[in-house]
């Protein structure tokens, strides 16, 4: 079962859909409607893992809504900012979990390589990650076909 | 009691003609057995080095810079060891001033010192990461494993013999708190040092040489990519090393998480911000008040009783009243410090070390930005409404050296306790009733006012924002330790009233002398008030009289003074006293635009003193007091003009 908001809860998650749905990110818009729909007519969401890695894997870490994991896949910028997130182990491969964000645009809450670490959205914002950790470390390797009939496209 | 530190120094001295003399017949020299102590912010380093110094700490700053050093000693093996404290870093890339010390210090030093790095076991992997950055350059390194418990509490079993062996490098579990583990850590660095002085010994030249080309290609600046790539490929061995070590266990929400749920909540963080602000408030400067009176009341007592010692012995009258005024007032000018600056630096050290500090960073952090300043910021400027001297010290936070200068030249214009109160007084004088609280209001909101255009101005030409991104780690929360608040606040405030005694005694004696002499002369024949008269030509342009312009200028030995010195000169004008007499002589407009350029002009001499310590330049002290003087000047002339134009009268 892949609900992307996982234990979302309380208001700094709220904040989290909120904003980036103001920014543009339909990611979890998009998650939101299949949890709706899983829970409407007992089907499990999509498991089409192609489809999702691609358009998930556009996503930056400021797009993570909170309770949000997902496994860094590169990091843009200019090169003190690269340099400086480097040090901190903000490297393609680490996994971060949102912890929400502060109000007004404020910091964001990462736990990465263990520790809760606080990045400016614009900083975070330079940060790619593919948010199903599973997929993102599979990589390159050939994904199964989906089975017929199970998946259920976007509309 | 036989003095340590002479004895080590002899040795020390011993040592260098020694190596003097070897080196001129060629052989190699014995060198001092040193171990450097590196390690990630927040990992228990500091604490460490406590624990094996006995919490003896000399400090200095490393040479060109305004980045702390820390040396202790221990005694290893009956030998003196010489324990370096490096800045907290995550990393040896040089992109801070701290790191760029850290990194130059284990290159040099390596081959030569034992590398203690501290590893905090709860957030093994940075810890990881720049132990293998060390043990890259460092022939001799040993890894002391801290936090365990915390560890185990997050839900990660570390198992230090795996850690070692996938490592290869001795690991020492220890708990920096409680000293667990010190003796075998001790150990093991001797162990470490022995055997570095054995390779040394034997294969002088291949193993010299071998290093020296280690050190060359790690010393090399590298290039952004390839700073980026390395650091990719050891977080991939960190990971590697990690799945060797570490054992996943059942996890619960930690003290830590649950205690965040409350301090970083979106309503209530920002009122629990509040309040311990407000209770470092009460405690720092409102508790210590009385603790300061009774200091001023004790020397005034004791300047008492030595005037009439003076007077008893037939002395002159001015003998006395210099002890008193002069020398024993100086000496207060100097105490009254003390006790806030006690208080107020253990209770700062206290909320860093205790890691609310960070979380007061972050809630912050947006305000800050929107007018370019940090969060990290947020409570040397909170914090400089009860003293500017402290507040300049505590910008220490901020890691960037343009952004700590912005911070410590923007903060003189937020007004101090002493400030407040004689604004607080003369904005009462000036504007009876009701009307007070407006004209106080209007300050207040000056002052951020001025702070707000003077920092965009600076962040326009001088000091431009930086692109790299200022990164805070939130350390799981503890409960300070006595030690690592009340030693380090110690430390501040003995090195405050070192460098600031002779500049205040100097500077109330030549007030003392001014308002004093000539001896027997009335209040009104004094030199100050002589010179009243010629300073008057300074207040012109903003129709301040010669008595208001030298108000101004003894400000700046203490804030607190103006009130006195224009108690003395308005003294003897009329009825109702000095403060009605000031009232009276100058219109409401001018006296707003007085108050707003005593808010804002020179800070006082402490703080220029702590200004030109904490920039590491006396240019930007200058800077400094250049620049509140312009906008002090600049903004009375605004008040004074848009106020005629609105049809006040002048």
Redesign the interface.
Known sequence: MRVVLIGARG??AR?GRTWARSQGRGGDRRSETWVRRGAEDGTAPPTRPQERSRAEGSRSLAGLAGGEEARVVG?Q?????????????I????VARC??G??????L?LEI????????RR?AAMVRVAVNVEEATAGAAPLPPAPDGVGVDEP | MSCPTCGSEGADRTATATRARESRIGRRPPEPERWLLVGNPNAGKTTLFNRLTGGRREVANWPGSTVEKGTGRLAAGGRPVELVDLPGIYSLDALSEEESIARQAVLEEAGRAVVLVVADAARLERSLSLVLEVAEVAPAVVVALNMLDVARAEGQEVDPAALSEALGLPVVPVVARSGEGVGELVAQAEAAWRELRRAGDGAAGGAAGGRSRARGEAGEELSDEEAFARAEERFLRVQEVAAAAVRRVRREPTPSERIDRWALHPVLGYVLLAAVLGGVFEIAFVASAPLSEAVGEALGRLGDWAARGVAAAGGPTWLGGFLRDGLLGGVGAVLAFVPYLVLFYILQEALQDSGYMARAAVLVDRLMEAIGLHGKGFFAMATAYGCNVPALTATRVLENARDRIAHELVIPFLPCNARLGVLLVLTAAFFPGARGALAFGGLMLLSLGVVAAVTALLRRTLLPREEAPLVMELPPYHVPTWRNAVLPALHHVRAFVSRIWRYLLWATLALWALSALPAGAAPAQSYAARLAGAVGILGAPWHLDGRLVLALLSGFVAKETTLGTLAILYGSAGAGGPVAALASSVSPLVGFAFLAMYMLYTPCLATVVTLREETGSARWAAFSVLLSLGVAGLTGALIEQLGALAGWAL
């Open positions: 208001d700094l904040f990091v910028g200019g090169p003190a900012l690269r340099r400086r997130l480097a040090a901190l182990g490297v393609p491969g680490a912890r929400g502060m109000p007004l645009g404020g910091p809450l390589r263990g520790a809760l670490t606080a990045l400016r900083d």
